[in-house]
Protein backbone atom coordinates (compact mmCIF):
# COMPACT_ATOMS: atom_id res chain seq x y z
CA UNK A 1 0.00 0.00 0.00
CA UNK A 2 1.07 3.64 -0.41
CA UNK A 3 2.27 5.19 2.54
CA UNK A 4 2.47 9.14 2.81
CA UNK A 5 2.73 10.99 6.68
CA UNK A 6 -0.39 12.71 5.71
CA UNK A 7 -3.16 12.55 3.43
CA UNK A 8 -5.51 15.61 2.92
CA UNK A 9 -8.77 14.86 1.28
CA UNK A 10 -10.02 18.00 -1.09
CA UNK A 11 -7.39 20.21 -2.69
CA UNK A 12 -9.73 23.93 -2.38
CA UNK A 13 -7.55 26.30 -0.03
CA UNK A 14 -7.32 24.30 3.23
CA UNK A 15 -6.41 21.33 1.64
CA UNK A 16 -3.70 22.87 -0.53
CA UNK A 17 -2.76 25.11 2.25
CA UNK A 18 -2.26 22.17 4.77
CA UNK A 19 0.01 20.59 1.82
CA UNK A 20 2.30 23.53 1.36
CA UNK A 21 2.86 23.94 5.34
CA UNK A 22 3.36 20.00 5.73
CA UNK A 23 5.27 20.35 2.79
CA UNK A 24 7.71 22.99 3.24
CA UNK A 25 8.82 21.03 6.64
CA UNK A 26 9.78 18.33 4.57
CA UNK A 27 6.87 16.04 5.44
CA UNK A 28 5.71 13.99 2.44
CA UNK A 29 2.21 15.50 1.82
CA UNK A 30 -0.16 14.02 -0.46
CA UNK A 31 -3.87 15.94 -1.96
CA UNK A 32 -6.45 14.01 -3.31
CA UNK A 33 -8.95 15.79 -5.01
CA UNK A 34 -11.95 14.14 -6.99
CA UNK A 35 -11.53 17.04 -9.99
CA UNK A 36 -14.47 19.02 -10.71
CA UNK A 37 -14.63 20.34 -14.09
CA UNK A 38 -14.98 24.32 -14.99
CA UNK A 39 -15.44 26.12 -18.05
CA UNK A 40 -12.60 29.21 -16.70
CA UNK A 41 -9.94 26.27 -16.25
CA UNK A 42 -8.18 23.64 -18.55
CA UNK A 43 -6.49 21.05 -16.22
CA UNK A 44 -9.22 19.64 -13.69
CA UNK A 45 -8.96 21.10 -10.30
CA UNK A 46 -11.03 22.04 -6.86
CA UNK A 47 -14.54 23.05 -7.25
CA UNK A 48 -13.48 26.60 -6.85
CA UNK A 49 -16.85 28.50 -6.79
CA UNK A 50 -16.57 31.42 -4.50
CA UNK A 51 -18.13 35.17 -5.14
CA UNK A 52 -14.25 35.72 -3.95
CA UNK A 53 -14.02 38.88 -2.32
CA UNK A 54 -11.34 39.43 0.63
CA UNK A 55 -11.83 42.45 3.20
CA UNK A 56 -8.01 43.88 4.13
CA UNK A 57 -8.04 42.33 7.40
CA UNK A 58 -8.78 39.04 6.08
CA UNK A 59 -5.46 39.28 3.86
CA UNK A 60 -3.67 39.31 7.41
CA UNK A 61 -6.07 36.13 8.93
CA UNK A 62 -4.85 34.46 5.58
CA UNK A 63 -1.37 35.10 5.51
CA UNK A 64 -0.68 35.60 1.91
CA UNK A 65 -0.50 39.35 0.24
CA UNK A 66 -2.38 39.10 -3.04
CA UNK A 67 1.16 40.75 -4.33
CA UNK A 68 2.28 37.04 -4.22
CA UNK A 69 0.19 35.80 -6.46
CA UNK A 70 0.61 35.21 -10.12
CA UNK A 71 -1.14 37.66 -12.91
CA UNK A 72 -4.52 37.99 -13.14
CA UNK A 73 -5.32 36.42 -9.83
CA UNK A 74 -6.67 39.74 -8.49
CA UNK A 75 -9.52 40.91 -10.40
CA UNK A 76 -10.36 44.01 -8.95
CA UNK A 77 -9.18 46.42 -5.78
CA UNK A 78 -11.93 47.61 -3.88
CA UNK A 79 -12.66 50.91 -1.58
CA UNK A 80 -16.29 49.74 -0.36
CA UNK A 81 -18.55 47.79 0.70
CA UNK A 82 -22.49 48.89 0.32
CA UNK A 83 -25.57 47.65 2.05
CA UNK A 84 -28.61 48.30 0.59
CA UNK A 85 -32.10 47.99 2.07
CA UNK A 86 -35.39 48.19 1.09
CA UNK A 87 -35.32 51.88 1.39
CA UNK A 88 -32.14 52.38 3.06
CA UNK A 89 -28.36 52.45 2.14
CA UNK A 90 -24.97 52.36 4.07
CA UNK A 91 -21.83 52.10 1.92
CA UNK A 92 -18.97 51.18 4.44
CA UNK A 93 -15.19 52.39 3.54
CA UNK A 94 -13.13 51.01 6.28
CA UNK A 95 -13.79 48.12 8.37
CA UNK A 96 -12.03 49.69 11.29
CA UNK A 97 -9.21 46.84 11.30
CA UNK A 98 -5.59 47.60 10.92
CA UNK A 99 -3.96 45.55 8.41
CA UNK A 100 -1.19 44.82 6.03
CA UNK A 101 -3.19 45.75 3.48
CA UNK A 102 -3.54 49.39 2.14
CA UNK A 103 -6.81 49.26 -0.12
CA UNK A 104 -10.60 47.89 1.69
CA UNK A 105 -10.08 44.84 -0.02
CA UNK A 106 -9.32 42.85 -3.63
CA UNK A 107 -11.77 40.35 -5.49
CA UNK A 108 -10.00 37.79 -7.18
CA UNK A 109 -10.50 34.94 -10.04
CA UNK A 110 -10.99 31.91 -7.44
CA UNK A 111 -10.33 28.84 -10.44
CA UNK A 112 -6.56 30.79 -11.18
CA UNK A 113 -6.04 30.90 -7.18
CA UNK A 114 -6.68 27.60 -6.74
CA UNK A 115 -4.55 27.10 -9.17
CA UNK A 116 -1.45 29.48 -7.47
CA UNK A 117 -2.09 27.37 -3.99
CA UNK A 118 -1.90 23.85 -6.11
CA UNK A 119 1.47 25.10 -7.72
CA UNK A 120 2.91 26.84 -4.44
CA UNK A 121 1.78 23.36 -2.01
CA UNK A 122 3.61 21.30 -5.44
CA UNK A 123 7.14 23.82 -5.65
CA UNK A 124 7.26 23.01 -1.71
CA UNK A 125 7.07 19.27 -2.57
CA UNK A 126 3.45 18.02 -2.17
CA UNK A 127 1.85 16.19 -4.30
CA UNK A 128 -1.62 17.17 -5.75
CA UNK A 129 -3.29 13.88 -6.99
CA UNK A 130 -6.71 15.47 -9.09
CA UNK A 131 -9.56 12.92 -9.84
CA UNK A 132 -9.14 11.06 -7.39
CA UNK A 133 -12.33 10.77 -5.14
CA UNK A 134 -11.92 9.76 -1.75
CA UNK A 135 -14.62 6.92 -0.33
CA UNK A 136 -13.79 6.43 2.99
CA UNK A 137 -11.20 6.31 5.45
CA UNK A 138 -10.42 3.57 8.25
CA UNK A 139 -8.48 4.83 11.12
CA UNK A 140 -6.74 2.54 13.47
CA UNK A 141 -6.84 4.09 16.91
CA UNK A 142 -4.14 1.62 18.75
CA UNK A 143 -1.67 3.01 15.78
CA UNK A 144 0.10 6.41 16.24
CA UNK A 145 2.89 8.10 13.89
CA UNK A 146 6.16 6.25 13.22
CA UNK A 147 4.62 2.55 13.29
CA UNK A 148 5.08 0.34 10.85
CA UNK A 149 1.36 -0.39 9.88
CA UNK A 150 -0.66 3.52 9.24
CA UNK A 151 -2.74 4.72 11.93
CA UNK A 152 -5.27 5.79 8.71
CA UNK A 153 -6.03 4.06 5.41
CA UNK A 154 -7.68 6.25 3.06
CA UNK A 155 -10.11 4.18 0.47
CA UNK A 156 -10.15 5.39 -2.91
CA UNK A 157 -13.45 5.31 -5.41
CA UNK A 158 -10.48 3.24 -7.45
CA UNK A 159 -10.75 0.44 -4.76
CA UNK A 160 -7.02 1.93 -4.15
CA UNK A 161 -5.75 2.60 -0.58
CA UNK A 162 -3.50 4.79 1.09
CA UNK A 163 -1.56 4.79 4.28
CA UNK A 164 -1.52 7.90 6.38
CA UNK A 165 -0.23 8.82 9.77
CA UNK A 166 -2.04 12.15 9.65
CA UNK A 167 -5.49 13.08 8.09
CA UNK A 168 -6.11 16.23 7.33
CA UNK A 169 -9.70 16.30 5.93
CA UNK A 170 -10.66 19.41 3.35
CA UNK A 171 -13.66 18.30 1.55
CA UNK A 172 -15.56 21.27 1.90
CA UNK A 173 -18.80 22.54 3.95
CA UNK A 174 -20.42 19.15 1.76
CA UNK A 175 -17.93 16.94 4.25
CA UNK A 176 -19.16 13.89 2.97
CA UNK A 177 -16.16 12.11 4.20
CA UNK A 178 -15.62 14.46 7.26
CA UNK A 179 -19.51 13.36 8.46
CA UNK A 180 -17.93 9.42 8.20
CA UNK A 181 -14.89 10.28 9.80
CA UNK A 182 -15.94 12.22 13.02
CA UNK A 183 -19.21 9.70 13.60
CA UNK A 184 -16.39 7.12 14.50
CA UNK A 185 -15.22 9.61 17.11
CA UNK A 186 -18.95 10.71 18.84
CA UNK A 187 -20.97 9.02 21.29
CA UNK A 188 -23.66 6.57 20.37
CA UNK A 189 -26.62 8.26 18.62
CA UNK A 190 -24.82 11.74 18.05
CA UNK A 191 -24.08 11.90 14.51
CA UNK A 192 -22.17 14.76 12.37
CA UNK A 193 -24.16 15.38 9.77
CA UNK A 194 -26.79 16.48 12.40
CA UNK A 195 -24.47 18.63 14.09
CA UNK A 196 -22.33 20.34 11.36
CA UNK A 197 -25.97 20.15 8.97
CA UNK A 198 -29.25 21.11 10.20
CA UNK A 199 -32.00 20.41 8.39
CA UNK A 200 -32.88 24.14 8.85
CA UNK A 201 -29.82 26.07 8.31
CA UNK A 202 -29.19 24.70 5.09
CA UNK A 203 -28.52 26.85 2.30
CA UNK A 204 -27.98 27.14 -1.76
CA UNK A 205 -25.64 29.84 -3.44
CA UNK A 206 -25.92 30.49 -6.80
CA UNK A 207 -24.25 33.32 -9.08
CA UNK A 208 -23.78 34.15 -12.72
CA UNK A 209 -21.12 35.78 -14.09
CA UNK A 210 -22.59 38.63 -16.42
CA UNK A 211 -21.12 41.27 -18.27
CA UNK A 212 -22.40 44.83 -17.54
CA UNK A 213 -22.82 48.02 -19.20
CA UNK A 214 -20.44 50.68 -19.35
CA UNK A 215 -21.95 53.10 -17.05
CA UNK A 216 -22.96 49.90 -14.52
CA UNK A 217 -19.48 49.04 -14.26
CA UNK A 218 -17.90 52.52 -13.58
CA UNK A 219 -20.56 52.46 -10.63
CA UNK A 220 -20.17 49.10 -9.17
CA UNK A 221 -16.09 48.28 -10.29
CA UNK A 222 -14.46 49.01 -6.99
CA UNK A 223 -17.42 48.11 -4.85
CA UNK A 224 -19.13 45.17 -2.59
CA UNK A 225 -22.51 45.51 -3.51
CA UNK A 226 -25.83 43.80 -0.93
CA UNK A 227 -28.99 44.46 -0.93
CA UNK A 228 -30.96 42.88 2.41
CA UNK A 229 -34.48 42.45 3.57
CA UNK A 230 -35.19 41.69 -0.20
CA UNK A 231 -35.93 38.39 -0.49
CA UNK A 232 -37.64 36.25 2.25
CA UNK A 233 -35.66 33.59 4.76
CA UNK A 234 -32.67 33.71 7.03
CA UNK A 235 -29.90 35.11 5.91
CA UNK A 236 -30.97 35.50 2.18
CA UNK A 237 -29.53 37.94 0.24
CA UNK A 238 -28.14 38.70 -3.16
CA UNK A 239 -24.93 40.79 -3.98
CA UNK A 240 -22.97 42.34 -7.15
CA UNK A 241 -18.81 41.67 -7.24
CA UNK A 242 -17.13 42.97 -9.64
CA UNK A 243 -14.48 40.99 -11.67
CA UNK A 244 -12.63 42.63 -15.04
CA UNK A 245 -13.50 43.56 -17.90
CA UNK A 246 -17.07 44.53 -17.29
CA UNK A 247 -18.09 41.44 -16.01
CA UNK A 248 -19.60 40.73 -12.42
CA UNK A 249 -20.29 38.21 -10.54
CA UNK A 250 -24.15 38.69 -9.70
CA UNK A 251 -25.27 35.57 -6.76
CA UNK A 252 -27.59 35.08 -3.78
CA UNK A 253 -27.48 32.30 -1.32
CA UNK A 254 -31.26 31.55 0.42
CA UNK A 255 -32.36 28.47 2.88
CA UNK A 256 -33.32 25.33 0.86
CA UNK A 257 -36.96 24.41 1.31
CA UNK A 258 -38.90 27.55 2.13
CA UNK A 259 -42.25 28.01 2.03
CA UNK A 260 -43.74 30.84 0.09
CA UNK A 261 -47.27 30.77 1.62
CA UNK A 262 -45.30 31.71 5.22
CA UNK A 263 -43.95 35.10 3.31
CA UNK A 264 -46.33 38.23 2.30
CA UNK A 265 -45.25 38.78 -1.01
CA UNK A 266 -45.97 42.57 -1.12
CA UNK A 267 -43.04 43.25 1.69
CA UNK A 268 -40.35 41.63 -0.23
CA UNK A 269 -39.31 43.27 -3.41
CA UNK A 270 -38.33 40.37 -5.13
CA UNK A 271 -41.34 38.33 -4.65
CA UNK A 272 -44.32 38.81 -6.73
CA UNK A 273 -47.79 38.50 -5.42
CA UNK A 274 -48.17 35.33 -8.21
CA UNK A 275 -45.36 33.26 -7.34
CA UNK A 276 -46.87 30.17 -6.16
CA UNK A 277 -43.80 28.89 -5.19
CA UNK A 278 -40.09 30.54 -4.05
CA UNK A 279 -38.32 32.16 -7.32
CA UNK A 280 -35.49 29.94 -8.80
CA UNK A 281 -31.67 31.44 -7.94
CA UNK A 282 -31.99 32.72 -11.87
CA UNK A 283 -35.27 34.01 -11.85
CA UNK A 284 -34.26 35.96 -8.55
CA UNK A 285 -31.03 37.66 -10.29
CA UNK A 286 -33.25 38.45 -12.87
CA UNK A 287 -35.80 40.35 -11.05
CA UNK A 288 -32.84 42.32 -9.41
CA UNK A 289 -31.71 44.03 -12.15
CA UNK A 290 -34.82 44.61 -13.91
CA UNK A 291 -35.57 46.26 -10.26
CA UNK A 292 -32.56 48.05 -10.29
CA UNK A 293 -31.72 48.61 -14.13
CA UNK A 294 -34.25 47.57 -15.59
CA UNK A 295 -35.85 51.55 -16.07
CA UNK A 296 -32.63 52.38 -18.05
CA UNK A 297 -31.70 49.08 -20.09
CA UNK A 298 -32.83 46.00 -21.66
CA UNK A 299 -31.75 43.44 -19.14
CA UNK A 300 -31.76 40.26 -21.41
CA UNK A 301 -29.48 42.01 -23.93
CA UNK A 302 -27.13 44.45 -21.75
CA UNK A 303 -26.15 42.16 -19.07
CA UNK A 304 -25.76 39.28 -20.99
CA UNK A 305 -24.29 35.71 -19.13
CA UNK A 306 -20.59 35.40 -20.04
CA UNK A 307 -21.04 31.52 -20.79
CA UNK A 308 -17.20 30.81 -20.71
CA UNK A 309 -16.59 32.03 -17.35
CA UNK A 310 -17.53 29.94 -13.86
CA UNK A 311 -18.35 26.48 -13.94
CA UNK A 312 -20.92 26.07 -15.99
CA UNK A 313 -22.67 27.77 -19.11
CA UNK A 314 -21.58 31.17 -17.23
CA UNK A 315 -23.23 29.94 -13.90
CA UNK A 316 -22.21 28.37 -10.11
CA UNK A 317 -24.40 26.52 -7.69
CA UNK A 318 -23.10 25.53 -4.16
CA UNK A 319 -24.99 23.56 -1.70
CA UNK A 320 -23.78 25.74 2.39
CA UNK A 321 -24.91 25.49 5.33
CA UNK A 322 -24.78 28.02 8.41
CA UNK A 323 -23.07 26.44 11.10
CA UNK A 324 -20.63 26.95 13.63
CA UNK A 325 -17.01 25.57 13.74
CA UNK A 326 -16.47 22.53 15.30
CA UNK A 327 -13.22 21.16 17.30
CA UNK A 328 -11.22 18.00 15.46
CA UNK A 329 -10.84 14.57 17.14
CA UNK A 330 -6.56 15.35 17.26
CA UNK A 331 -5.49 12.76 19.25
CA UNK A 332 -6.52 10.57 16.60
CA UNK A 333 -4.20 12.34 14.01
CA UNK A 334 -7.06 14.14 12.36
CA UNK A 335 -7.38 18.42 11.75
CA UNK A 336 -10.46 19.34 10.03
CA UNK A 337 -9.94 22.76 8.17
CA UNK A 338 -11.53 25.20 6.56
CA UNK A 339 -15.35 24.86 5.03
CA UNK A 340 -15.36 20.63 6.46
CA UNK A 341 -14.90 22.55 9.85
CA UNK A 342 -17.99 25.12 9.37
CA UNK A 343 -16.43 28.07 8.92
CA UNK A 344 -17.81 28.67 6.11
CA UNK A 345 -20.60 31.04 7.23
CA UNK A 346 -23.85 30.97 5.33
CA UNK A 347 -23.88 35.18 6.39
CA UNK A 348 -21.48 36.32 4.36
CA UNK A 349 -19.52 33.03 2.41
CA UNK A 350 -16.48 34.61 4.20
CA UNK A 351 -14.17 31.53 4.28
CA UNK A 352 -10.77 31.54 2.09
CA UNK A 353 -8.74 33.03 4.41
CA UNK A 354 -10.02 30.97 7.14
CA UNK A 355 -9.96 28.17 5.12
CA UNK A 356 -6.16 28.79 4.51
CA UNK A 357 -4.81 30.22 7.92
CA UNK A 358 -6.58 26.58 9.64
CA UNK A 359 -5.14 24.55 6.71
CA UNK A 360 -1.44 26.23 6.95
CA UNK A 361 -2.03 25.43 10.67
CA UNK A 362 -3.03 21.58 10.82
CA UNK A 363 -0.08 21.42 7.85
CA UNK A 364 2.41 22.80 10.56
CA UNK A 365 1.70 20.80 13.59
CA UNK A 366 1.45 17.63 11.07
CA UNK A 367 5.14 18.30 9.92
CA UNK A 368 6.07 18.27 13.65
CA UNK A 369 4.55 15.26 14.35
CA UNK A 370 1.93 16.07 16.72
CA UNK A 371 -1.95 17.61 16.29
CA UNK A 372 -2.40 18.49 19.59
CA UNK A 373 -2.20 22.03 19.63
CA UNK A 374 -4.43 22.47 16.39
CA UNK A 375 -7.96 23.08 18.03
CA UNK A 376 -6.17 25.71 20.63
CA UNK A 377 -4.68 27.19 17.27
CA UNK A 378 -7.20 27.88 14.80
CA UNK A 379 -9.18 29.42 18.21
CA UNK A 380 -6.06 32.01 19.24
CA UNK A 381 -5.84 32.08 14.64
CA UNK A 382 -9.64 32.58 13.95
CA UNK A 383 -11.76 32.61 16.74
CA UNK A 384 -12.76 36.39 17.11
CA UNK A 385 -13.22 36.38 13.61
CA UNK A 386 -15.69 33.36 13.95
CA UNK A 387 -17.60 35.12 17.12
CA UNK A 388 -18.00 38.61 15.05
CA UNK A 389 -19.61 36.15 12.18
CA UNK A 390 -21.57 34.07 14.56
CA UNK A 391 -22.98 37.17 16.43
CA UNK A 392 -23.78 39.12 13.67
CA UNK A 393 -25.98 35.96 11.77
CA UNK A 394 -27.30 35.50 14.71
CA UNK A 395 -28.66 39.10 15.36
CA UNK A 396 -30.31 39.13 11.95
CA UNK A 397 -31.42 35.74 11.78
CA UNK A 398 -35.48 36.49 11.94
CA UNK A 399 -35.61 40.15 10.31
CA UNK A 400 -38.12 41.37 8.17
CA UNK A 401 -37.70 44.20 5.94
CA UNK A 402 -38.48 46.80 8.70
CA UNK A 403 -35.54 45.55 10.32
CA UNK A 404 -33.69 45.72 8.09
CA UNK A 405 -34.01 49.52 6.74
CA UNK A 406 -33.77 50.29 10.89
CA UNK A 407 -30.67 48.81 10.70
CA UNK A 408 -28.78 49.91 7.59
CA UNK A 409 -30.40 53.73 8.70
CA UNK A 410 -28.73 53.47 12.09
CA UNK A 411 -25.46 52.07 10.76
CA UNK A 412 -25.40 54.57 7.99
CA UNK A 413 -25.44 57.32 11.02
CA UNK A 414 -23.13 55.63 12.51
CA UNK A 415 -20.88 56.24 9.17
CA UNK A 416 -21.89 59.28 8.67
CA UNK A 417 -20.95 61.01 12.19
CA UNK A 418 -17.47 59.27 11.88
CA UNK A 419 -16.73 58.78 8.55
CA UNK A 420 -13.62 56.34 8.47
CA UNK A 421 -13.84 54.82 11.81
CA UNK A 422 -15.45 51.76 10.96
CA UNK A 423 -18.95 50.40 11.60
CA UNK A 424 -20.30 50.47 15.19
CA UNK A 425 -16.72 52.91 16.04
CA UNK A 426 -19.08 55.66 17.46
CA UNK A 427 -22.76 55.39 17.85
CA UNK A 428 -23.51 57.42 20.29
CA UNK A 429 -23.61 60.79 18.31
CA UNK A 430 -25.50 59.45 15.30
CA UNK A 431 -28.59 58.59 17.57
CA UNK A 432 -30.56 55.98 19.46
CA UNK A 433 -31.04 53.19 17.43
CA UNK A 434 -27.38 53.45 16.50
CA UNK A 435 -26.59 52.66 20.07
CA UNK A 436 -29.29 49.96 20.37
CA UNK A 437 -27.28 48.44 17.65
CA UNK A 438 -24.13 48.48 19.27
CA UNK A 439 -24.98 47.64 23.08
CA UNK A 440 -27.10 44.51 20.97
CA UNK A 441 -24.14 43.65 19.14
CA UNK A 442 -21.55 43.97 21.90
CA UNK A 443 -23.99 41.78 24.47
CA UNK A 444 -24.51 38.65 22.01
CA UNK A 445 -20.63 38.56 21.34
CA UNK A 446 -20.19 38.27 25.05
CA UNK A 447 -22.79 35.32 24.84
CA UNK A 448 -21.56 33.90 21.68
CA UNK A 449 -17.78 33.77 22.94
CA UNK A 450 -18.86 30.98 25.12
CA UNK A 451 -20.68 28.37 23.27
CA UNK A 452 -19.23 28.87 19.78
CA UNK A 453 -18.08 25.49 19.06
CA UNK A 454 -20.26 23.09 17.37
CA UNK A 455 -18.21 19.76 18.12
CA UNK A 456 -16.21 20.36 21.13
CA UNK A 457 -13.11 17.98 21.60
CA UNK A 458 -14.15 16.98 24.87
CA UNK A 459 -16.83 15.14 23.12
CA UNK A 460 -14.52 12.69 20.68
CA UNK A 461 -14.16 8.93 22.31
CA UNK A 462 -11.29 6.80 21.38
C1 LIG B 1 -21.27 31.31 -3.69
C2 LIG B 1 -20.14 31.42 -2.70
C3 LIG B 1 -19.57 32.67 -2.47
C4 LIG B 1 -18.47 32.78 -1.60
N1 LIG B 1 -17.88 34.00 -1.43
C5 LIG B 1 -16.76 34.13 -0.67
C6 LIG B 1 -16.07 35.36 -0.59
O1 LIG B 1 -16.46 36.35 -1.19
N2 LIG B 1 -14.94 35.42 0.18
C7 LIG B 1 -14.47 34.33 0.85
O2 LIG B 1 -13.44 34.45 1.53
N3 LIG B 1 -15.12 33.15 0.81
C8 LIG B 1 -16.23 33.02 0.05
N4 LIG B 1 -16.88 31.81 -0.06
C9 LIG B 1 -16.44 30.71 0.82
C10 LIG B 1 -15.24 29.99 0.24
O3 LIG B 1 -15.51 29.57 -1.07
C11 LIG B 1 -14.96 28.78 1.14
O4 LIG B 1 -14.77 29.24 2.45
C12 LIG B 1 -13.73 28.03 0.69
O5 LIG B 1 -13.93 27.48 -0.59
C13 LIG B 1 -13.43 26.90 1.66
O6 LIG B 1 -12.27 26.25 1.23
P1 LIG B 1 -12.05 24.71 1.53
O7 LIG B 1 -10.75 24.35 0.94
O8 LIG B 1 -12.29 24.45 2.95
O9 LIG B 1 -13.24 23.95 0.76
P2 LIG B 1 -13.61 23.91 -0.80
O10 LIG B 1 -13.09 25.07 -1.52
O11 LIG B 1 -15.07 23.62 -0.83
O12 LIG B 1 -12.79 22.66 -1.33
C14 LIG B 1 -13.15 21.34 -0.99
C15 LIG B 1 -12.63 20.43 -2.10
O13 LIG B 1 -12.80 19.08 -1.68
C16 LIG B 1 -13.11 18.31 -2.81
N5 LIG B 1 -13.76 17.07 -2.33
C17 LIG B 1 -14.94 16.98 -1.70
N6 LIG B 1 -15.21 15.68 -1.41
C18 LIG B 1 -14.16 14.97 -1.88
C19 LIG B 1 -13.87 13.58 -1.89
N7 LIG B 1 -14.71 12.68 -1.38
N8 LIG B 1 -12.70 13.17 -2.46
C20 LIG B 1 -11.84 14.07 -3.00
N9 LIG B 1 -12.09 15.40 -3.03
C21 LIG B 1 -13.23 15.84 -2.46
C22 LIG B 1 -14.05 19.21 -3.62
O14 LIG B 1 -14.07 18.84 -5.00
C23 LIG B 1 -13.41 20.59 -3.41
O15 LIG B 1 -12.55 20.94 -4.46
C24 LIG B 1 -17.98 31.65 -0.93
C25 LIG B 1 -18.59 30.39 -1.13
C26 LIG B 1 -19.64 30.28 -2.02
C27 LIG B 1 -20.25 28.92 -2.27
Same mark, same amino acid.
Given at each position: ??R?DV? %????????????????? !??A???????????????? +??????????????????????? @? /????????? /????? /???????????????? @?????????????? $??????????????????????????GTDRSLGPGDDEPRHV?????????GADFL????????????????????????? *???? #?????????????? $???? !??????? &???????????????? =???? =???????????????? +?? %? &?????? #??????? @??????????????????????????????? %????????????????? *??? =????PTEAGIA?????????????????????????? !???LV?AGDLA????????????????????????? /?????????? %??????????????? +?????????????? +????????? $????????????????Y
Open positions: MEVA %IVGGGPGGTAAAHAAAS !ADDALVLEKGVPRADRER +LGPDSTDAAGILDYWVDIMGIHP @D /EFDDGVVQQ /ELTRA /EFRGPDAAATLVDTGF @DSSYDGFGYTFHRA $RFDDWMRDRAEDAGAEYRVGVSVRDVVELASGDEVVLADGPQRTVTNRVLDGFLPEGSRA *SDRL #APPDANHIAYQEYR $RVPE !AVFEEVH &DALVFWWGVMPGETAY =PWIF =PNRDRVCRIGLTMPIG +LD %I &DAFDAD #AYELLSA @DDDSIPTGSEYIRRLLEWQYGDEYDVETDFP %IVEEAGKRDGTETYPIS *STR =PIDSVVGGAMGTTSAFHEGGDHVAVRTGAI !AGEAAYNRRWKEAIGDEIVRNVTMADMVA /EYDPDDWNRV %IAAADAMLTAEAGDG +LLAQPYRSGWESAK +LLLAYKWNK $RKTKRHYVSIDEHEYR
